[in-house]
Structure formats: structure tokens, C-alpha cells
């Protein structure tokens, strides 16, 4: 009798274990059933472009028909109308830039002719006479610069050379820097100062002209000593002592303070030092975009969502940024094909496609022929000083089609 209780129960434990493993098996495939739902319910990369394109393409027409015979550019929305600038602003390169995108994706030859128009509004920037400051690299390379990789007319090469030469000329040897703002003392250098290099690189090929090269290096080299901090993050502007090039104070202008990590200034340094790695190959370019990115990447303010907060150090609930994600997508997929660390690189792609899918969500795309026509909503142009805040931003939607049309390249989705 004994024997057979002992058998019962030893069969009876037994079973109940098997029942415990056939359970545990049963929601490893209901978890993974459902994984498998979510993924396929996902958008595809290429739906999702055809989708933000589309609205792309009816929104800038749109705002194209409200600008084109005023010589004005749109800027962005102020007290809920259009705001626009003339052509010396230093944004004005990027609403041709976007229609020049657009045209690359869809082909549309009515785009295409929309951009050359607004191209052609900022040729006046080259001439000799017309004041600038570092920005006609944003202004003329985001036009000219795309007009001429997208139809490869010569005829838009000497506004090119021209504004290039012009930009050169703001260089100090001894500071080692291009002068950003034009002040009449003090020599200051912004990190978004990084982005106007591209015009130079672009230069020095068109033309064969080494000289150009040699100023964008120089000042890469000067600002990567002088503008960040230990743990890969910088400050807005350093201002050096014209005469002898000595630092004189580091500031964050558009930051929570100077001390602080203002999240377009790390965008721009990131999306600075890849494309200087990408256009020389120089590998101190690359490991200085690698410990930028990982700040940036790393960082415990950084949302789920990666639209980053206006200012890595403003409060969690402070207002995000999504022209820092756009500019920070950008950057991070051309990274991703840079870096020789593959732990690195698969983040970086992980991270932009994260930020590019939360930009098309509702949360950040507008609807069609709302947002004044703009792209993008939430943006933060300069919270300290009360400008340009919780708005839609021309370079915002400029960076966003572009680090899209880079994800579309890779061909992996």
C-alpha cells in the first residue's frame, strides 16, 4: 500500500511539473505572438516616408505660394502667423534646402523648379559688397549646395566659390577660428560655427583649392580644444581675445545656463565633427564625434522617445526640442556607417530611427494645412531669451527630410 501512495504521488508531482514547463512554454509564445502582432502592425520605414514626403510636398507648395513674390523666406510662426525673414537671416537657406529634398525623393519637376527659384533669391549673399557673418555656410550650401549635388549645373559653382571665399576671409590665424557674430570687441566663436565648414569642404573640391580645406581643419582643431567639456558635451560660445587668441570666457547663450548641455549645441558638435571626418578622413574628427554621440546617447535625461529636452539639464518635464532630434538623426545614421565600433554603430541607427519615427508621429508632424505649413511642430530656438519657442523652425523640417532620405539610402528597411 505504501508503494503505491508513493507511486501516485511522485507521478502526480511530476505532472504538475510538466504542467508548470507546458505553461511557461505557452506564454513565451503568446508574448512572442504578440511581439510578432506589434511588429507587423509597425509602420514600414518606407510608408512612413512616402507618408511625411507627401505631406511635405503639399505643405511647402502651400507656403511657397505665400512667400514667392514677397522676397521673404518662411522662419516660423509668431503670435499664429507665418513669420518670415529677408535673405540675410541666417535661416534662409533652409526652406530652399527642404523643397530640394523634396524634389530628390518625389522627383517632381514643379519642385524642382520651386527650389530654384528661392535658390537663386540668395545669390546677392556672394556678392562682394554684402555684409555676412559665419552663416552664408548655412545659407549658401543648403541651397546651392544641394541645387548643384541634385543637377550638377556649373553655373551655381561660382556663387559656391564665391560665398566660400567670403566665409574663408572671417578667419583668424591667430585665434586659429572663424569669427561667428560681429561683435566690436571680443572674438566670438559658436559651436553652431561646426556646420558652415561643409561649405568650405565642398569648396576646396570644386575648385582644388587647399586653402579652403586648411580653414575648416583649423577651425575644427581650435574648437575641439577650447569648446567642450571632459565628458564630451560643449559650450555654446567661447569668446578669445582677437589679438593674441587666448580664451577669454565660455557661455551658453541659448542654454539653461553656462554650464549646462543646450541640446542644439550638442547637435551641432556632433553633426560638425562627422561630416569633418566624413570630408577628411582626419580620425581625432571621428573620435570626437564618437564621445559627443555617446554623451548625447547615454545621457539619463535623454526621453524614451529620444526628442531630447531643450536643454539636457532643464527639468523632465521642460519643453523638448525636435529640431535637436532632427539634427541629432542626421548625424547619428551617417555615424552609424562611420564608426568602427559596431556596438556604437547599431545604437547610433537604433537611436535615429527612434527619433525619426517619433518626429512622424501626431505627437510632431502636423496635419495637413495646419502649423502655417511647416513640417514639425515643438521646436526651441532660444528659451533664455524668450524667442522662437514651442514653434515650428525651418531648419527643423530641413533636418528631418534630410536624415530621412539618409535612412532611406541604407536600403535596410
Known sequence: MTNIIAKFYLLYFQDLRHMKILFRVFLALFAMSLASSAFSKQESFKALSNRVFDLAQKQYIAMSESVKDSGRFPRSIKDG?????????????????????????????????????????????????????????????????????????????????????????????????????????????????????????????????????????????????????PDGSSFHLVLYDENSGAVLRRQTWQGLSDASAWARGQAWGLYGYVMMYRETEVCAYLRQAEKIAKFILEHKNLPADKVPLWDFDAPKDGLRDASAAAIIASALIDLSQLTKDRKLSKLCLQTAETQLRTLSSDAYLAKPGTNCNFILKHSVGSLPHKSEVDVPLSYADYYFLEALLKFNRLGIY
Not at 529677408?86 to 514643379?110: A, N, T, V
Not at 546677392?124 to 541651397?143: K, R, V, W, Y
Open 81 to 229: 502667423k507665418l513669420e518670415t525673414s529677408d535673405r540675410g537671416w541666417w535661416c534662409s537657406g533652409f526652406f530652399p534646402g527642404s523643397l530640394w529634398y523634396i524634389y530628390e525623393y518625389g522627383k517632381d519637376e514643379s519642385v524642382k523648379n520651386l527650389a530654384l527659384l528661392f535658390t537663386k533669391k540668395l545669390e546677392p549673399l556672394s556678392f562682394a559688397n554684402t555684409p555676412i557673418d559665419h552663416d552664408i555656410g548655412f545659407q549658401i550650401n543648403c541651397s546651392y549646395g544641394n541645387a548643384y549635388r541634385l543637377t550638377k549645373d556649373k553655373a551655381l559653382l561660382p556663387i559656391m566659390l564665391a560665398s566660400a571665399e567670403k566665409l574663408s576671409k572671417r578667419f583668424s590665424p591667430k585665434v586659429g577660428a572663424i569669427k561667428s557674430w560681429n561683435w566690436k570687441s571680443g572674438y566670438p566663436v559658436i559651436i553652431d560655427n561646426m556646420m558652415n565648414l561643409e561649405l568650405l569642404c565642398k569648396a576646396s573640391k570644386i575648385s582644388s583649392n587647399k586653402a579652403y580645406l586648411d580653414v575648416a581643419k583649423a577651425h575644427a582643431d581650435t574648437t575641439m580644444e577650447n569648446h567642450f567639456r
